[in-house]
Each structure stands twice: as structure tokens, then as C-alpha cells.
């Protein structure tokens, strides 16, 4: 945490990624406590008590949180309640340390031994890192790291969100504000598929106070501090109203004149598969990105358990369009075992896996096509960071040697766009991830705050990548969509239908006002729309950005 805590007088202004508005108290996530130089270190609590008040405070976060992520608290709790750590520390103080370096040497010391002993107790070494920075802080009196649970409605300031952080935030969560993090990053497409406001790239978002009342608006990137409380009640009640007016738009996506797009979700799981959403004109799911199954766990999910999660989503859906598992680089699985690359982004990712572990892809084939046969759906299949024909065409025979009766591949490498044509004579679909795609044709960091302007899906360049799939797509008689964050921005979605896109896949909360975007404009308008944006002349979202100070990495 920086020291500039309450220096925010007004407004800040950063990337808005998850449109709607909020407004509410901040609560801070605090950054891991620095250690002080051995012997300065001011110490408000012992060993004891402070790893007591770190297993209570996880012992309320489970019997608040239940289920999966209660069982996972409850074990953190029992680790940081663990006698044999707490003797080793007292020792420590016996011997002459103050608390928090005392602990900071016990928790090395089992960290070691853990790191030693390879496999599953090396994964734990992270739980480790993480009981380590709140013991720390719990004796120096600092405010405890990690994601907070205040117990009431708050806006979430921290400096950045990992996956596992955003996944494990409460209900109360109102809007997110952070100072890192890019338009595509994880925590951008998290807070869409919740339907959470989000600015990243905020600079100057840490110097909230804590408690400060501030409006958060997700579209345009506005953060305004100094609110009064009967304006933060106005902005909530305005915010529900257009909430419950969106909610009221109804029907499959149509332009003006019914050139039909048809709008599809981007989900993580069964669980993100509201019941409403598909009533409410949602035509079937485009993206489920399957690797969440996948996240913090220490082995392969099973056969079974993968057959059960994939069943439980078909059954919910008929028309689901599967992504095999896309890990590496922005979504690290360690079980994978994956070796450490200098450049990660551009080595062993997405389908590329498969060339070291083809078990894994060949175990959710198989559970994938298991699942559809127990519920009588016909599934459709595709693989991530494909770069060639000869890939497309690898990965099509494995997957209908398995029982896959559709198979398609994603367009995010500008490699397998220029060779649309000939990977759709390999599939029968394509489905173009424009947030790799914009990386990739930029060489920019999807994560970086310093760039949002290559990674402006609006970029020409993009687009006529996009144009040469859906044109490929025209000519073979076969599907192309987009399941990039760009088909959920309504400002693109009648740009992407001109270039001749067949479906649009984004999170739930974006998908009505992409119909209402559709239905403003024929189909010949969309064209135009498309024509000029091909040229660069119109809809550039962001001009050069400039690096400054506190915006140079991810
Ligand atoms: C994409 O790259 O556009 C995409 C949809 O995949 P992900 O964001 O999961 O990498
Ligand atoms: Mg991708």
C-alpha cells in the first residue's frame, strides 16, 4: 500500500472494462507487509497471537464464504493454528527475534521443507507465502493482506487482481478499481462475467482513502471520491433502473432489418449459467472456458469429475461451444508442470501444451464426449492458439476420433487468420479471440496498462484480420464469430455483423445492450459502419496512451 492513502480529493480516470455504475465506502486490498530492519520492528501482537487472529479471521471468511471455498479457508486456518509452526517462532523470539521476524524465519523454514519435498507440498508453498504475509501484518499491526471481506457493500481498491483473488470475491463487492491491469487482463474479464463496474489502470487509485465514499462507473473509466452519502444512494437507485431496463430487452440478436447475429455467453462454468439469462434471449453458449476446472488445483481434474462439471453445463444448455484447455502464461497451472520460459506468451501455451502432455488433452476429449453422450446434446469443440492448417487439422481428427461431432479452433494467432480459409477447410467453425488476436498483431501485452491503445479492438489492422475469417467463413458456408471481449462492446458488435460475423459471445451482463446496438442499424448500415472502421476513419476508442510514471508494466 502506498503512502498516499486519502490524497484523492475528487476524480481519478482509468480504463472502464465492465460497464455499469456504483457507488460506496472503499475498502483497500492490502499489499503484503514489508518487514521493517531487524530490532526497528514496532510489535502490537506475540507469535500466538497473531497467527490466533490470522485462524480466526480465516475461520469467519470459511463460515461466511460455505462450500468449496469455506473447505479451502478452513484448511488455511488449521495451517495457520499448526503448534509446530508457532513453537518453531517463539523459539525464534526466545532467542532474540522480534515477532515479525520471527515468523518470517519460522515460515522460511517451512517453506524450505515443503519446496523440498516436491509435487503436491511444493504447490502448497503459495498457501505458505500468503499465512506468512497476514502473520506478519497481524503482529506489526498493519491491515491484513489478501482479498477483504468487510461484511458489508464496498468498492475494491488494490493495486491489481489475480484469477484466484477475483474468483474469490464475497457478494458484497459493489465495483472494482485497480491501478494495474489492462483491458483484456483476467481481472477485466472476471468483473465482466460478474457483472461487476471495473476501471483498471487507474492511476492514483491506491491513494483512496479507506472508507471514502466514491462513484465507480465501468464504461467510462471515472472514479469520483467525495461523495455524500444521499448522492451515493442516488447513483445505486439510478444504476438498479437501468439494470432492471436492460433486463427487459428480450430476443435472439437481429439487425434492423433481422440479418440475424446470434448472441452467445462466455462462461466459466455451470454455475454461470443463470436460467435468466438463456430466457432472456442469450442463444446458447460460444465460450466455455473450461480451464477454471482447471484453476488452483495441485493434479488433473479426473475422468469423472470432468465428465460431471461438462454435464452439468450441456444439461443447462443444449448449445454449448466448448474450448479445451487453454493454459499458460496469463493462466498458470501448475500441476502442468510446464518448464519456465523466458517469454511465456510466446512458447508452450493454449494447444501447444499438448506437445508435452497430450494425456490431458486426449482425458477431456474423452470426458467431453462422455458428457455429451449422458445427456444426449452434441456439443461443440475447440482448441486454443492454434497457429497452422496442419494444427486445425491434428487437433479435428483427435477430437472426432474421440466422438466430438463439431470441432472448430480459435483464431487468436494473426498466423492462423491469414490462413483462415484453409483451416476452415480442416473445421466447421471458427471462433476469433480477439483478446490473443490483439496481442498477438500488436506484440502487446494483453496485461499492460501502457498499451490499451494498440489493444483497442477497434484497431484497423484487427479488424481486417476479422474480415479475412468472416469472408473465409462466407465462402465455405461455415460459422465464424467472435468470443472476445470486443463482441461484447456495443459501440463494435454492429462493425464486427457489417464485416460478416455470424456470432457475437460475451458475459451475460453485456448482452442486452449488444442486441440494443444491433437492432439501431440495418444490415447495409453495419456495412458502412464496418467499411469505415476497416479504414481506420472512424471509432478509434483511444489515441496513443503515454507511459508515465506507475503505468510502465502489468
Ligand atoms: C481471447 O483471447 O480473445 C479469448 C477469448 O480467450 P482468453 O481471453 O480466455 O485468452
Ligand atoms: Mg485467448
Not at 28 to 46: I, K, N
Not at 73 to 99: F, T
Amino acid at each position: 500500500m502506498t503512502d498516499d492513502a486519502g490524497a484523492v480529493d475528487r476524480g481519478l480516470r482509468g480504463l472502464g472494462v465492465s460497464p455499469g455504475r456504483a457507488a460506496g465506502p472503499v475498502v483497500r486490498m492490502a499489499a503484503p507487509p514489508v518487514l521493517p530492519p531487524p530490532g526497528t520492528a514496532h510489535s502490537e501482537r506475540t507469535v500466538g497471537e497473531g497467527l490466533a487472529a490470522v485462524a480466526d479471521e480465516l475461520e469467519a471468511r470459511a463460515a461466511r464464504a460455505g462450500g468449496a471455498a469455506g473447505e479451502i479457508l478452513e484448511a488455511q486456518a488449521m495451517m495457520a493454528a499448526d503448534p509446530m509452526l508457532r513453537e518453531a517462532a517463539e523459539d525464534l523470539v526466545k532467542e532474540g527475534l522480534d515477532p515479525a521476524h520471527a515468523l518470517d524465519a519460522a515460515f522460511a523454514t517451512h517453506r524450505e521443507a515443503l519446496v523440498a519435498a516436491g509435487g503436491y507440498f511444493a504447490e502448497r508453498a503459495a498457501d505458505l507465502d500468503d499465512l506468512r504475509n497476514r502473520a506478519v501484518a497481524a503482529v506489526l499491526g498493519l491491515p491484513m493482506p489478501g482479498v477483504p471481506d468487510p461484511g458489508h457493500p464496498f468498492v475494491l481498491v488494490a493495486e491489481d487482481l489475480s484469477p484466484a483473488d477475483t474468483a474469490g470475491l464475497s457478494g458484497d463487492v459493489l465495483a472494482l478499481v485497480t491501478e494495474k491491469g489492462g483491458p483484456t487482463s483476467h481481472t477485466a474479464i472476471l468483473a465482466r462475467g460478474r457483472g461487476l463496474p471495473a476501471v483498471v489502470a487507474c492511476e492514483g487509485a491506491l491513494g483512496l482513502a479507506e472508507g471514502a465514499l466514491v462513484a465507480v462507473d465501468g464504461g467510462s473509466g471515472e472514479v469520483v471520491a467525495g461523495l455524500e452519502p444521499g448522492e451515493v444512494a442516488r447513483i445505486q437507485a439510478e444504476a438498479a433502473a437501468e439494470r432492471t431496463r436492460l433486463s427487459g430487452s428480450r430476443g435472439p440478436g437481429r439487425t434492423a432489418d433481422g440479418h440475424p447475429v446470434k448472441l452467445l455467453l462466455n462462461i466459466g462454468s455451470a454455475a454461470d449459467l443463470e436460467v435468466e439469462d438463456l430466457g432472456a434471449g442469450a442463444e446458447g453458449v460460444g465460450l466455455f472456458r473450461t480451464e477454471l476446472l482447471y484453476l488452483g488445483r495441485r493434479s488433473t481434474p479426473g475422468f469423472d469429475e470432468q465428465v460431471a462439471a461438462y454435464a452439468a453445463v450441456f444439461r443447462a444448455c443444449p448449445d454449448v461451444v466448448v474450448r479445451t484447455l487453454d493454459a499458460g502464461t496469463d493462466k498458470p497451472l501448475p500441476f502442468l508442470d510446464l518448464p519456465d520460459e523466458p517469454n511465456p506468451a510466446l512458447g508452450i501455451r493454449g494447444l501447444r501444451v499438448d506437445r508435452l502432455r497430450p494425456e490431458v488433452l486426449d482425458t477431456q476429449l474423452a470426458a467431453l464426449a462422455e458428457a455429451a453422450r449422458a445427456t444426449g446434446t452434441e456439443p461443440s469443440v475447440m482448441a486454443p492458439m492454434v497457429a497452422t492448417a496442419a494444427e486445425a487439422a491434428a487437433f479435428a481428427e483427435r477430437a472426432r476420433a474421440a466422438g466430438i461431432a463439431r470441432v472448430g479452433v480459435m483464431i487468436e494467432v494473426p498466423a492462423a487468420a491469414l490462413l483462415a480459409a484453409e483451416i476452415l477447410a480442416e473445421v466447421d467453425f471458427l471462433s476469433i479471440g480477439t483478446n490473443d488476436l490483439g496481442q498477438y498483431t500488436f506484440a502487446a501485452d494483453r496485461q499492460h496498462p501502457g498499451l490499451a491503445d494498440l489493444l483497442d479492438p477497434a484497431q484497423p489492422a484487427l479488424l481486417r484480420l476479422v474480415e479475412l475469417c468472416a469472408s473465409a467463413g462466407r465462402t465455405a458456408g461455415k460459422p465464424v464469430g467472435v468470443c472476445g471481449e470486443a463482441a461484447g462492446d456495443p459501440r463494435l458488435a454492429p462493425i464486427l455483423a457489417g464485416l460478416g460475423v455470424t456470432s457475437l459471445s460475451m458475459s451475460a451482463v453485456a448482452l442486452p445492450a449488444v442486441r440494443e446496438a444491433l437492432a439501431g442499424h440495418t444490415l447495409e448500415a453495419c456495412q458502412e459502419l464496418a467499411r469505415e472502421a476497416l479504414s481506420g476513419r472512424r471509432y478509434q476508442r483511444s489515441a496513443v496512451v503515454t507511459c508515465g510514471p506507475g503505468r510502465g508494466g502489468p
